[in-house]
């Protein structure tokens, strides 16, 4: 086979193309950590709340006794960095624990969102000459210390609360694993063991399966489970499957009845799902069918 430095070239040129398109396109996906070198070390970066404030805490080890101040900026995809906190005085050698306060109203919508964030925390350092170093590191913050930041700040979470078909629902139940999400929501007057009506939004996070794979599994595994359920497939198209199912008690279960969208979003397969005790007489479906079309973005 005859070699062709041309075709060869061209080669080259898209895979450095591609190389850069992608580094500048997904600048996140190409971050680093870089948590030491022979200025400082990283130790542990972490959030507490104080006071109606955040305080973030700064655990590490000053190598380089000509340090004389440093920055903390949170790194943001759209490269609008913020700046956390900064120190204009020498650190001194060995190790530090360094606490910095920011004002919730600067810094709170992370706060709301329920979930596991994690935040790009870059340290630049600066030494007597004016030379400077930069360090940076992943902190993920949990849900469960965010639960205590809302109740410490009063914040609500966001979606704690939602108005729908004229009413105020409450989040009863928020799970967020690997491989699936949950919200279950229920009128305000009702609770988690003593509900007539639930709104839930589950996310499979999974990105092989189709819609109709998982409609396949819910339909099969419900049937197993009470074989008197009346099942109907109501339509499906534009890749978005509504379905509905009722039965009069199966077992130990009360009568109970649903209607559900399944379709491929953002995150994996969605499944938005109206329950009720008892049955759903014609006009109640239709207009569940329709507000069940407009989740997720009605919870915006």
Same mark, same amino acid.
């Given at each position: 086979?005859?070699?062709?430095?041309? &075709?060869?070239?061209?080669?080259? %040129?898209?895979?450095?193309?591609?190389?850069?398109?992608?580094?500048?396109?997904?600048?996140?996906?190409?971050?680093?950590?870089?948590?030491?070198?022979?200025?400082? &070390?990283?130790?542990?970066?972490?959030?507490?709340?104080?006071?109606? &404030?955040?305080?973030?805490?700064? &655990?590490?080890?000053?190598?380089?006794?000509?340090?004389?101040? $440093?920055?903390?900026?949170?790194?943001?995809?759209?490269?609008?960095?913020?700046?956390?906190?900064?120190?204009?005085?020498? #650190?001194? @050698?060995?190790?530090? $624990?360094?606490?910095?306060?920011?004002? %919730?109203?600067?810094?709170?919508?992370?706060?709301?969102?329920?979930?596991?964030?994690?935040?790009? @925390?870059?340290?630049?350092?600066?030494?007597?000459?004016?030379?400077?170093?930069?360090?940076?590191?992943? %902190? =993920?913050?949990?849900?469960?210390?965010?639960?205590?930041?809302?109740?410490?700040l009063s914040l609500d979470a966001e979606g704690e609360?939602?108005?729908?078909?004229?009413?105020?629902?409450?989040?009863v139940s928020d799970i967020d694993r690997i491989d699936?999400? #949950?919200?279950?929501? %229920?009128?305000?007057?009702?609770?988690?063991?003593?509900?007539?009506?639930? $709104?839930?939004?589950?996310?499979?996070?999974?990105?092989?399966? =189709?819609?109709?794979? @998982?409609? =396949? #599994?819910?339909?099969?595994?419900?049937?197993?489970?009470?074989?008197? @359920?009346?099942?109907? $497939?109501?339509?499906?198209?534009?890749?978005?499957?509504?379905?509905?199912?009722?039965?009069?008690?199966?077992?130990?279960?009360?009568?109970?009845?649903?209607?559900?969208?399944?379709?491929?979003?953002?995150?994996?397969?969605?499944?938005?799902?109206?329950?009720?005790?008892?049955?759903?007489?014609?006009?109640?479906?239709?207009?569940?069918?329709?507000? #069940?079309?407009?989740?997720?973005?009605?919870?915006?």
């Amino acid at each position: 086979m005859k070699f062709s430095f041309q &075709k060869f070239y061209s080669k080259l %040129v898209i895979l450095f193309f591609c190389i850069f398109l992608f580094s500048f396109c997904f600048p996140d996906m190409v971050r680093k950590k870089k948590t030491e070198n022979n200025w400082f &070390k990283i130790e542990k970066i972490f959030y507490k709340t104080e006071q109606r &404030k955040i305080e973030i805490s700064l &655990k590490g080890t000053v190598k380089n006794p000509a340090i004389v101040g $440093l920055e903390g900026f949170e790194l943001n995809e759209n490269s609008s960095d913020i700046l956390l906190f900064q120190q204009e005085k020498p #650190l001194p @050698i060995g190790s530090v $624990l360094l606490k910095f306060k920011v004002e %919730v109203t600067e810094n709170k919508e992370w706060i709301r969102k329920v979930g596991t964030t994690r935040k790009w @925390i870059q340290i630049v350092l600066k030494n007597d000459n004016g030379q400077t170093t930069h360090l940076q590191t992943e %902190v =993920s913050i949990h849900e469960s210390d965010k639960k205590q930041f809302r109740k410490d700040l009063s914040l609500d979470a966001e979606g704690e609360s939602i108005r729908l078909d004229g009413r105020d629902w409450r989040l009863v139940s928020d799970i967020d694993r690997i491989d699936q999400a #949950l919200l279950q929501y %229920v009128p305000k007057s009702e609770s988690l063991l003593f509900w007539n009506e639930m $709104l839930s939004i589950h996310v499979y996070k999974v990105r092989a399966s =189709s819609p109709s794979e @998982i409609y =396949s #599994l819910l339909e099969s595994g419900k049937k197993k489970e009470c074989p008197n @359920i009346l099942w109907n $497939l109501e339509s499906e198209k534009s890749g978005k499957i509504s379905y509905s199912w009722e039965h009069s008690g199966c077992g130990n279960l009360s009568p109970s009845s649903q209607i559900a969208k399944l379709y491929k979003g953002e995150f994996g397969i969605y499944n938005i799902r109206y329950d009720r005790r008892n049955k759903i007489n014609a006009e109640d479906r239709k207009r569940w069918s329709e507000l #069940l079309d407009l989740l997720p973005l009605k919870l915006d």
